[in-house]
């Protein structure tokens, strides 16, 4: 069974960092494509960062650009999500998704789906 596991949520102050982490299990990691969503109260999930399977290509939403910087370890399954300079609306649940071998941007497109670790960044 596939398995997206998130970990490194938190609280932070507004200005602070985190960095999240995401152990995949159940698939051939590397041929996966990686992405990170996040989903507000009240809002659709959104997409945050997306990383090809090698690791060379890299998307990122407006929104965090220049404040996040994904990347992944394949020897290890794991991929991350360092964010920096946080801001109150980076409040939300992140979530880590896989996508077999394209990167995309849209949540419709991915194939599997972790729990969500909650990230909360107050003023």
């Known amino acids: 069974q596939v398995q997206l596991v998130e970990s490194g949520g938190g609280s932070v102050q507004a200005g602070g960092s985190l960095r999240l982490s995401c152990a995949a299990s159940?698939?051939?990691?590397?041929?996966?494509?990686m992405g990170w969503f996040r989903q507000a109260p009240g809002k659709s999930r959104e997409f945050a960062a997306a990383?090809?399977?090698?690791?060379?290509?890299?998307y990122y939403a407006d929104s965090v650009k220049g404040r996040f910087t994904i990347s992944r370890d394949n020897a290890k399954n794991t991929v991350y999500l360092q964010m920096n300079s946080l801001k109150p609306e980076d409040t939300a649940v992140y979530y880590c998704?896989?996508?077999?071998?394209?990167?995309?941007?849209?949540?419709?497109?991915?194939?599997?789906w972790g729990q969500g670790t909650q990230v909360t960044v107050s003023s």
């Open positions: 998704a896989a996508r077999f071998m394209l990167i995309v941007t849209s949540v419709e497109e991915y194939n599997y």
């Open positions: 159940g698939l051939t990691f590397r041929n996966f494509a």
């Open positions: 990383i090809s399977r090698s690791g060379e290509k890299t």
